[in-house]
């Protein structure tokens, strides 16, 4: 059953320490986002990548960090110099350009608590 | 600067009615139109998208409409159902038919759709 699974659902972490969301996807996509969704807000992109070893910034990269070592995986750090962590994250995939339309699947989220 | 605004935070309407939710954008680069349905707690799904070559898209309930010239898109669904209620989300990106180099979605602030038994 192909899909997104994004760990853990709910997260707390206390002011200072970096934390890790997970994200994986068995759906063969090259191409893999983050993005964050405030109240009241839409959903603003924080990093993608297009291929294995290869990422960029999107709007709001400041205090976060990516890596893609594996083409299943995305995960993202949420590093003490983010000022204002507390918010919903969302993991999603999509297939790359030229390979189709730019449906971007999501994962069930994870929420992240600041204590 | 926001390139895809939905100006309705919230919209009622009663079971059986039309819903009609709006959408705006700036950047004429964009080329895909996308609407996104999302409960709370949970991650969106996508629901209906539209080229920018076409002006109608229809799927069952759902229909999209674009207005390039306007640079507006809507979503009618017909009829409305109680578990339609959710918060729904346009999304928009460029490379499609421009041969761009990547699909990065730009998201609206979403409204809040409530259907009325």
């Known amino acids: 059953d192909g899909g997104i699974t994004q760990s853990p659902k709910y997260l707390f972490r206390k002011e200072g320490q970096n934390v890790t969301l997970s994200c994986e996807q068995n759906?063969?996509?090259?191409?893999m986002y983050w993005y964050r969704q405030d109240p009241g807000q839409g959903l603003r992109l924080i990093y993608y990548?297009?291929?294995?070893?290869?990422?960029q910034k999107g709007d709001i990269a400041e205090g976060y960090s990516v890596s893609r070592e594996k083409k299943e995986s995305f995960p993202l750090t949420v590093t003490s110099a983010q000022k204002n962590p507390t918010a919903f994250y969302l993991c999603?995939?999509?297939?790359?350009?030229?390979?189709?339309?730019?449906?971007?699947?999501f994962g069930q989220g994870t929420r992240l608590t600041v204590v | 600067d926001q390139q895809v605004k939905q100006n309705s935070p919230s919209l009622s309407v009663q079971e059986g009615r039309i819903s009609i939710l709006n959408c705006d954008y700036t950047n004429s680069m964009f080329d895909y139109f996308l609407w996104y349905k999302k409960y709370p707690a949970e991650g969106p799904t996508f629901l209906i998208s539209?080229?920018?070559?076409?002006d109608k898209n229809e799927d069952g309930r759902f229909t999209v409409f674009l207005n390039k010239s306007a640079k507006h898109l809507s979503l009618h669904i017909v009829p409305s159902q109680p578990g339609d209620s959710a918060v729904y989300f346009c999304a928009a990106s460029g490379g499609l038919i421009s041969g761009g180099s990547n699909y990065k979605l730009t998201f609206g602030k979403g409204t809040l759709l409530t259907v009325n038994p």
């Open positions: 990548s297009q291929i294995v070893n290869d990422f």
């Open positions: 999603a995939s999509s297939i790359a350009p030229g390979q189709g339309k730019p449906e971007a699947f």
């Open positions: 539209i080229s920018s070559i076409k």
């Open positions: 759906l063969n996509h090259d191409a």
